[in-house]
């Protein structure tokens, strides 16, 4: 059974920075692909960022670019997502998502595995 646990939201001010933590387990996490999702009240979950299997390959959507990075350390289990310079707009639940084919791709539909959240508020 593969489990992934988000941590790091909190709340913090404009401009403030985070560090999302997604630690898998039950397999090794150099199999898969992670991506990290998000969902603020009322709207759709969008895809914010995501990174193959071996993190030769990373992407971000339009809104994060040049604010947020992800990274991996495949020997802790654990992806990371580092958000610089948050905005209100960024306030969400951030889920992971674990894609067993390696990929990350920017559509729901092919992760195969899924955290249960953190939220990230960020105030005005």
């Known amino acids: 059974q593969v489990k992934l646990v988000e941590s790091g939201g909190g709340l913090v001010q404009d401009g403030a920075s985070l560090r999302l933590s997604c630690t898998v387990s039950g397999r090794p996490l150099s199999t898969y692909g992670i991506s990290w999702f998000r969902q603020a009240p009322g709207t759709e979950r969008e895809f914010v960022a995501g990174?193959?299997?071996?993190?030769?390959?990373?992407n971000f959507a339009d809104s994060v670019k040049g604010r947020f990075t992800i990274s991996r350390d495949n020997a802790k289990n654990t992806v990371y997502l580092q958000m610089n310079a948050l905005k209100p707009e960024d306030t969400a639940v951030y889920y992971c998502a674990a894609d067993g084919g390696g990929w990350a791709d920017p559509t729901e539909s092919g992760y195969d595995y899924w955290g249960q959240g953190t939220q990230v508020t960020v105030s005005a």
């Open positions: 990174i193959i299997w071996n993190g030769a390959t990373t």
